[in-house]
């Protein structure tokens, strides 16, 4: 696991407030990230191994290699779309004489994989103050959770943060987040259960502005039994932000629960559609998930994934990197 040290500097580069590491620092924390993911996914990498340590036998490469390997893949959660781009991607390497044993098709898999969902670390960048940033998500998905662990996060790198509770049908989020908001030292502007959440969100954007506070992180509501009136509700949100504070949201993220698999994929959707999403963090892969369901969403919905959620601790949640993400589930057909 990473040091405290180490965490800090993650999440440093990840919200854009610290100088760019030299090549070599980025390689030291990616190590660290490998060793970290690797532990905390081992559940996922159990369920794939038995699968691509046939692929990953040594041996001549055959056409039933790559039909093995497509279906490990799918049957990975990354999607039927992405599967097939990863397979096709590795039979070009063989064509072309770089990967010419089955037993090298392991290393291969998890570069392309890393090259699919981009190489380098994605940003939610500190810039505008203050930076508002808008969680959406199923109620389930660890949404408040994660408002509230990002909130700690931004509050020990020294930066002023209100949260403002707009999840105003569940009393449980609002009484959650002041937990969070007190433990973290934010500012938590919250109304009653049943209030307006528009209200509540323009709220938290003008006192942020007028406290110069450096973010703003809002909690939304996720009911999908009533669709319709879920998503009217969040454009109004993000309409009402807009008009609190030029330019915002700056970042409007998507939680999304990995064990939903591909089920999941379609409520994302959903969301995409009723507000323009910046990026996805992935909650509880640590679990009964299928550990590929980062790349197909990254694939399908064209978005790339910011964090992961490997658990309830503070520290279980963690800036993506696909290289380390891709090494830790891909890269080795054993159990361990």
């Not at 340590?53 to 041996?59: I, T």
């Not at 949260?163 to 959650?176: E, L, M, S, V, Y």
């Not at 990995?258 to 999403?277: D, H, I, K, Y």
């Amino acid at each position: 696991m990473s040091d405290a040290g180490d965490d800090r500097a993650l999440w440093a580069e990840l919200f854009d407030i610290a100088v760019p590491p030299a090549e070599a620092e980025r390689e030291t924390r990616r190590r660290g990230l490998f060793s970290r993911f690797k532990e905390s996914l081992t559940k996922p990498r159990q369920a794939i191994s038995p699968q691509l340590a046939g692929v990953f036998a040594p041996g001549l490469i055959t056409r039933e290699t790559w039909d093995e390997l497509e279906e490990a893949l799918i049957g990975a959660d990354c999607g039927m779309d992405a599967s097939l781009a990863l397979v096709d991607a590795l039979r070009d390497a063989a064509q072309q004489g770089r990967i010419v044993n089955r037993s090298e098709i392991a290393a291969g898999l998890a570069n392309a994989v890393t090259l699919q969902m981009t190489p380098e670390p994605p940003r939610i960048p500190i810039g505008a103050k203050p930076t508002v940033i808008l969680v959406v998500g199923v109620n389930g998905s660890g949404k408040t959770t994660t408002v509230g662990k990002l909130a700690h996060r931004l509050s020990e790198l020294g930066q002023q943060v209100v949260i403002g509770a707009a999840d105003t049908f569940r009393a449980a989020a609002i009484d959650q987040l002041a937990i969070w908001a007190d433990r973290s030292g934010a500012q938590l502007v919250r109304q009653g259960p049943g209030a307006d959440p528009g209200a509540v969100a323009f709220d938290a954007v003008v006192s942020g502005s007028a406290r110069g506070a450096d973010v703003v992180l809002i909690d939304t509501a996720g009911r999908l039994q009533t669709q319709h009136n879920l998503m009217e509700e969040l454009r109004k949100v993000h309409a009402v932000v807009g008009k609190a504070a030029a330019d915002a949201p700056h970042e409007t993220l998507l939680v999304l629960d990995a064990t939903t698999g591909q089920n999941g994929l379609s409520q994302a959707r959903l969301f995409g559609e009723a507000v323009p999403l910046t990026g996805v963090i992935v909650t509880k892969l640590d679990g009964s998930a299928k550990g590929g369901i980062a790349v197909a969403i990254n694939r399908e919905l064209g978005l790339p994934v910011k964090l992961i959620g490997v658990g309830e601790k503070l520290e279980d949640l963690q800036p993506f990197d696909a290289a380390a993400y891709a090494q830790a589930i891909f890269a080795s057909g054993d159990a361990g």
